[in-house]
């Protein structure tokens, strides 16, 4: 079976159910569409196609790369926002799926609680795509793969450190590094740190590379050719900010920090970022941050995703 055949209809819950061929296949696909929209190459196999985004948390970059890419490859998106939908006032997630199944070629939702994703995909007979759990970030993490790439030439060998929350970006980078053959390492403070059946499930597709959790942000960033952070505070928890700037203090990404890194490491950032918190301006705004190229890979990195799934 091709590629294209294995992925069509799929959904994408996490980077857990999709094969390192079949990331790989995403990643090479996202690279020549990519290229195509850098030379005005028109590509609309999604016309007539619509995809609806449902979003129960804020978003500038999954909304718009989503609906953006929708609308470049020939089709249209919907913005739905849980306050506006009867989801918000209680309709069942599984009556939902079922409707909307009947209207759209994709739902791509935003929310809190993985398991809710996991019921939209099960009574939906329509691709679901996780644009964002309290526990996954997939798409983020195609994007970031598809800019390692992009800047160190390839992704195997590679050491990847995260500094901060072990939280959705955390996980999904274990996975995603994991798959693809780099080296992946989280520090983060004891009370922090990622789901211990996410790390043992990310060390399960790690094959001769490691997967390290550790407190010691100095032993993470070591060699490492990327280095990474995310917000202190996810959404949800803006509550806990105070209680977090003290629990992740030492977990800054700072000049003294990024020190340790190989020479040309690069610095990558979800976004949005709080300079000053997770990572000083001079990091992120220097010369060696992709965040910004980071950012413009999720239109690519998602067009190529919704090719594969809706086409
Ligand atoms: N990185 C990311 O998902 O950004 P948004 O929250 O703006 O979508
Ligand atoms: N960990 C962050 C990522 C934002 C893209 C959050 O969940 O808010």
Redesign the pocket.
């Known amino acids: 079976m091709s590629f294209k055949e294995q992925l069509k209809g799929r959904d994408l819950l996490t980077l857990a159910d999709y094969s390192k061929a079949e990331i790989a296949y995403i990643l090479e696909l996202a690279a020549q569409i990519k290229d195509k929209q850098k030379k005005g190459i028109p590509y609309q196999p999604l016309q007539g196609k619509t995809l609806g985004m449902i979003f129960e948390k804020s978003s500038t970059r999954t909304r718009v790369s989503f609906e953006t890419g929708i609308y470049q490859l020939g089709g249209m998106g919907l913005f739905l926002s849980s306050n506006d939908i009867q989801l918000g006032r209680g309709e069942p997630i599984s009556d939902t799926a079922k409707v909307l199944s009947g209207y759209l070629d994709g739902i791509m939702i935003r929310t809190f609680a993985q398991k809710d994703v996991e019921e939209l995909a099960e009574n939906a007979s329509i691709p679901v795509i996780n644009g ?1 759990t309290d526990d996954f ?1 997939p798409c ?1 993490v195609l994007a970031d793969l598809q800019t390692i790439q992009e800047v160190k030439g390839s992704l195997e060998g590679l050491k990847l450190a995260y500094i901060g929350d072990g ?3 955390a996980h999904s980078l274990m996975i995603g590094s994991a798959k693809m053959g780099l080296d992946v390492a989280i520090a983060a403070p004891k009370d922090y740190q990622p789901k211990a059946e996410i790390t043992e499930l990310a060390s399960s597709f790690a094959n001769g590379t490691e997967v390290l959790v550790t407190e010691d942000a100095v032993e993470a960033v070591k060699d490492a050719d990327v280095i990474y952070a ?2 202190w505070a ?2 949800g928890q803006e509550e806990e900010q105070k209680e977090r700037e003290k629990a992740f203090a030492y977990y800054q990404v700072n000049g003294e920090l990024f020190a340790h890194a190989k020479p040309d490491a690069i610095f990558m950032h ?1 976004l949005p970022a709080h300079r000053g918190e997770e990572v000083t301006a001079d990091i992120i705004d220097g010369p060696q941050s992709v965040v910004f190229q980071e950012a413009e890979n999720r239109l690519h990195a998602q067009k190529a995703l919704m090719v594969a799934l809706m086409s």
Do not use: E, G, P, T
């Open positions: 964002l970030h983020q939280n959705n970006m995310d917000v996810s959404m979800c």
